[in-house]
Every structure is written in C-alpha cells, then in structure tokens.
C-alpha cells in the first residue's frame, strides 16, 4: 500500500480535469471536467498518490501516524488556477489614465498625454529593485488569495537591458521565495522606446544582440514575447526577434492580432510558437493555421473588459475549429488591472460564450501545457503537485455565476495551505 500524509474528503464537487491521454483539451473535451461526486484525494509529501472515492482511496492507501485530513465539507474542489499571461511585475496602476479610457479617450491619445506602456516604463525606471519585488510580492499575494497557485510573468516595462534584467531579477526572486511556481518570460519588445522612434533597427538589433543574449546566459526566463501590432512590431519584425530568441533557446510567444488584424497568428503557426495571445482580431485562416499547428490561443477576456471594449475575441469559432485555448488575467497596470481568474472565468462565460466547465478547463488544465508544466498542475491526479483549492460553493457553476465575488475559500500549494505570511516568509 501506498503511503500518504494528507486526506482531503468530503468534496462535494472533486473537479479532476484528468484527461486519460495527457494531452490538451479541445472541442467537446473542454467540458469534461473529470468530476468525482463525494470524491477525495490523498498526497504524500505535496504530491498526489490517489484521488477518488474515500472507500477506495482508503483500500489502498496508508496513512502516517502525523498525516493531516482536510474536510471539505461537502465544497467543490478544485486544481488550482495556472495563470498562463501576466504582467504582475510593474510599479504603479494608471490610475488617471483609467479614467481617460471609460470618458471614451482613444488609446492613441492616451498615449499622446503619456499614458500606456510609456507610462509603467517610467516607473519601473524610477523604482529601486528592492521596492519593486516589495510591491510585487504584494500583488503575487492577491494572486494566490484568488486561487491561482501557478503564474507566468513577464518582463517589458523595462525597454533596456538594465531595467529588463531588474524585472526578471524580481521574478527570480519572488520564484524563490513564493510557494507558488512562477514562470519567466522576457518581453524586451513590448514597445519601441520613445528614444528610438526614428531608430527602430537599432533598438532592434539591440533587443537581438545584447538583451536576449544576457537574458539566456543569466537563465532569467523560458519564453521570448512580443508585441506584435500596427505601430508597434511588424509581424515580420516580431518573426525576426521570435526566431533569433529561439535560436538562443527561448520558446516563443506572442501579443498577437489585438487591435487590429495583422496576421500574426498566421504568424506564429509558421514559427511554431508556443502561444499566440489576445487574437480579438484574429482571422479565420489564423485559426485554422493556429489549430493546425497545434499552437495555443491565450484569451485575454479581462482587457477587452477593462479598456473597455466591446470586442472579444471568437472563442466559439476556436473551439468549433479545434483550437487549443486558455485563459488567462493579463494582469497589469492599465488595461486588466484584476488577478482574479474566477473574474476572468466570469466574463469569459457571458462575453465569449465559453460554458463553465469549458472556462475551468481553460483556467487550470489547458494553461499548464502553455507555461510547460502539465506534467505537475492543471488536474488533481497521482503524480503532480497538490495544488488544489476548496471553493466556498457546492457548485463549480457558481464561479461564473456568482461573478465578482472570491469563490476560494482556502488555497493549498504542495499540499501546504497557503497564507500571506507563509508566502511570505516561505523560503
């Protein structure tokens, strides 16, 4: 018999999300959630080793003198949520710049008074590298606190070497000292800096030269981004900075079609990226190319959302086609300013029309293949991580339903409940 050190029973709802060929979720697939109804699951040194019926678990499992039992009361429980798109590293939100955007200012404006990406680049500039993960760790806790226990972060308000290696030093940092698993993208081309408006080839042989080099030789981050869009990166500038980051050894990903229709999905089938996100714009030869090639679309409901905006992206069209999908915050200081993904959940089901279990999948098992670790979270079974959550609610259909609210009750990371302080002294 096995033995374990943690029982967690009495689930009303156990949401499994486990998909017998390891492989991700597509088309109907998206709404099979694996549910265990009084289900339970067991773990041994934060990691799983049986998840059913308590009868069955309890037949072969043994159970140490010190093992601790979680009952959830007759709660749903949960994987917990992999936050594949943030930006959770900056310095301060765009508080008036908000305003400027719900009295209809137009985003090129906003950026004329000095607002966007502009804006949070000066403020990373100005802020010490010690205050910046202190604000950071911050806001990694409300992340956790609504149930996201696996997180990728970008680099990107940065623009130079210095302050892009200060970003991803402060994502290291909090790596090492968070209980949650956090993954490093660097997003040198987030922007052209003002300094190089009439030098774009320079600060691109910049970002392909100097700043992606130190990034790897440092080991900062996994994945290459940028911002491919009209009046930012061409979609042949972005493919130019994707492949030579490749060719360095980071995976690549992309800020693909948002605004306007530019082929970069088209774009990043043809590389082999591992994501393209946003794709509000995205047209249908993107899809299919996207879905043929297997790359993941990364939807971003929270910014159409926060900027606002009436467009979405056509999450339906995706699923319909065979398009791999996720969800994700796209937490930052301007356009999606909520690291809620039951939120994010919420707007996904009215907005782009996703059922709940299809925007469970796409919160917890989908994202985990985008940031490389579906080997260890995004379901609940014998060999990964426990990292799970017990939902103040009987039903997995009140995360969306009972939109703005904190559906998480508690939050367990390897087996370990989570708390701010143990966040923060973790390590």
């Not at 019926?53 to 959830?72: G, Q």
């Not at 490749?246 to 605004?259: I, N």
């Not at 069209?317 to 398009?323: A, L, Q, V």
Request: glycine letters at 10%; hydrophobic letters at 40%; a negative charge.
């Amino acid at each position: 018999m096995q033995v374990a050190d943690l029982l967690v029973s009495n689930c009303g709802q156990l949401l499994t999300l486990k998909k017998d060929d390891g492989q991700p979720r597509t088309g109907a697939a998206l709404s099979d959630l694996g549910i265990i109804e009084n289900g339970a699951l067991a773990a041994r040194n934060g990691r799983i080793v049986a998840v059913g019926r308590l009868a069955e678990i309890e037949s072969t499992v043994k159970f140490s003198p010190d093992a601790v039992t979680i009952d959830a009361d007759g709660a749903v429980v949960m994987p917990g949520f992999v936050d594949c798109h943030t930006h959770t590293v900056f310095a301060d939100y765009r508080l008036e710049e908000y305003e400027w955007r719900v009295a209809g200012t137009p985003y090129a404006e906003v950026a004329a008074r000095g607002g966007g990406i502009a804006k949070s680049v000066s403020d990373i500039h100005e802020m010490d590298e010690g205050s910046l993960f202190a604000v950071s760790e911050h806001r990694l806790d409300g992340c956790a606190r609504y149930g996201t226990t696996t997180i990728e972060i970008k680099s990107g308000y940065g623009l130079d070497l210095e302050n892009e290696l200060k970003q991803l030093r402060v994502i290291r940092r909090l790596a090492e000292t968070s209980q949650m698993t956090i993954v490093a993208t660097f997003l040198g081309a987030h922007s052209v800096p003002a300094s190089y408006r009439n030098k774009r080839e320079a600060f691109i042989n910049e970002l392909i030269g100097e700043m992606i080099p130190a990034v790897v030789q440092a080991g900062l981050a996994e994945f290459n981004d940028v911002f491919s869009e009209t009046g930012v990166f061409t979609t042949e500038e972005a493919e130019r900075i994707l492949r030579e980051g490749q060719r360095a050894g980071l995976k690549a990903r992309v800020h693909a079609d948002e605004l306007n229709d530019t082929g970069s999905a088209e774009m990043a089938a043809r590389i082999g990226a591992v994501s393209a996100d946003h794709l509000t714009k995205i047209n249908g030869n993107g899809i299919a190319r996207m879905a043929e090639t297997g790359v993941f679309g990364v939807l971003l409901p929270g910014t159409s959302f926060g900027l606002p905006s009436v467009d979405f992206a056509p999450a339906r069209e995706m699923i319909d086609r065979g398009m791999r999908i996720a969800i994700a915050s796209d937490f930052n200081p301007g356009s999606s300013t909520s690291e809620s993904l039951p939120m994010m959940i919420a707007i996904a089901c009215s907005h782009l029309r996703l059922s709940p279990a299809e925007a469970i999948s796409a919160s917890t098992y989908n994202p985990a293949f985008v940031v490389g670790r579906e080997k260890e979270v995004g379901s609940l079974e014998a060999g990964k991580r426990a990292d799970f959550l017990v939902l103040d609610c009987e039903d997995y259909r009140e995360i969306p339903n009972r939109f703005g609210i904190n559906p998480v009750a508690r939050v367990y990371i390897a087996g370990r409940a989570w708390s701010r302080r143990s966040a923060r002294h973790q390590g």
